[in-house]
């Protein structure tokens, strides 16, 4: 059985919704999954450690509870995100946790480690990699990941820079299997493109930041109502990596995202020095976030992604009244 099989016939849309630091805690993956999309999670949101297991348990048995009720709409699976930098001195524990209670999905980050992917496959598991360039890609296929998430350009927190036409387009030249696309999507017309793109799965952050399930701030959730595309920044001077944060929270932080500071960039740290985590109050964001107009429940939210997706394929289903009909015969013929 493959990834697309586990979630055959389990969503309402083709969606993973991605982990959200500090953000995404049980509350809302489960209100993602029993809505018909992938929830996730990551690891280092539980703390203490070992309220990770605790975390997982609760998940698991929610939607068990879920799946009894609604035998006609079983939950989605849900997804743990496991950060595997060097930096990470968590992960043996967490990554333990997961291979105890055989999470579904696992989601990995910065990093790809063959030994981590054994470790899932071991109890039948999946292994999505995220990856911003080709090179990244390649090399999580390598070592055994069963798909990707592409970060594109838009993408909320730590992202890539390169356009998600371009870069779907190559990486389906030579990878066939299960891909997840990233990159300001926050529209059901936008998940639908990323179908049409070739993609499996559109991967959303940014618009279940501002849900009332999720565990952030009531000014964060506000900032994204209030924002646009043009109120994100793309820059590396917060952790060392290029990521999108949210112009105000930046501000709010005492920085001016118009006159970032040269030289050094920021230090990426997933250890126990807390003041290294400088970027713990910037709050990330992708370019999407202009879909969002209040903040809602996540069974609302995923309801309207779903009607605009409806409407995006109703759409679709007419001619465009620019296409000479002439050349459709041309196809048929060629064909």
Known sequence: MSLLDLAKGRLSLPVIASPLFIISVPDL??????????????????????????????????????????????????????????????LEHDLAVVVKHKVPLIITSLGARPEVNQAVHGYGGYVLHDVITQRFAHSAIDKGADGLVLVSAGAGGHAGALSPFGFL???????????????????????????????DFAYIGSAFIATEEARAQAPQKQMIVDSGAEDIVFTNIITGVHGNYLKRSMRNAGLDPDNLPSGEAGTMSFGTD???RRWKDIWGSGQGIGAVTEVLPTAALVGRLRHEYAAARARLGTRSPLVNPAWDKLLDAAE
Do not use: Y
């Open 169 to 199: 387009q190559e990486t389906r030249a030579w990878f066939k299997g299960p891909i997840a696309l990233s990159g300001a999507i926050g529209h059901g017309a936008s998940i639908l493109a990323a179908e049409a793109l070739g993609a």
């Open 29 to 90: 993956v489960v209100a993602q999954c029993t809505s018909g999309v992938i929830g996730s999670m990551p690891s280092l949101n539980a703390r203490p450690a070992e309220q990770l297991e605790e975390w997982v348990i609760e998940i698991k048995e929610r939607l068990a509870a879920h799946d009894a009720r609604h035998p006609d709409r079983p939950a989605a699976p849900f997804a743990i995100n496991l950060i595997v930098h060097r930096t990470n001195e968590r």
């Open 274 to 276: 807390r003041s290294k």
